[in-house]
């Protein structure tokens, strides 16, 4: 079984920054493609990046290109999300989740899923 556990998640003005940081236990984290996900009040959960078990691919949600940075350190065990120039329309629940290599974008891909670190960006 493949545990996640967000954190860094919290109040920022428009325009500030974030990193939410992913820590991974009970499976190889290198063998793990990871995604980030989000969910706002009253909406589905959506896409926002992705990173292949090498680090070599990442996809990115088009609200967050240009903006977000997904990256991994697999002696750490643990995946990032550095978010920029946050918009009031980012706060959101903002979720982790891994499956085996293979990088997606689709959340019934995703079968290992953390409990999700809140984002709150003020205008």
């Known amino acids: 079984q493949v545990q996640l556990v967000e954190s860094g998640g919290g109040l920022v003005q428009a325009g500030g920054s974030l990193k939410l940081s992913c820590a991974v236990s009970?499976?190889?984290?290198?063998?793990?493609?990871m995604g980030w996900f989000r969910q706002a009040p009253g909406k589905e959960r959506e896409f926002v990046a992705a990173i292949s078990w090498t680090g070599d691919n990442t996809y990115y949600a088009n609200s967050v290109k240009g903006r977000g940075t997904i990256s991994r350190d697999n002696a750490k065990n643990t995946v990032y999300l550095q978010m920029n120039s946050l918009k009031p329309e980012d706060t959101a629940v903002y979720y982790c989740a891994a499956r085996g290599f293979t990088i997606a974008t689709i959340i019934n891909e995703y079968p290992y899923w953390g409990q999700g670190t809140q984002v709150t960006v003020s205008s």
């Open positions: 009970g499976r190889t984290f290198s063998t793990l493609a």
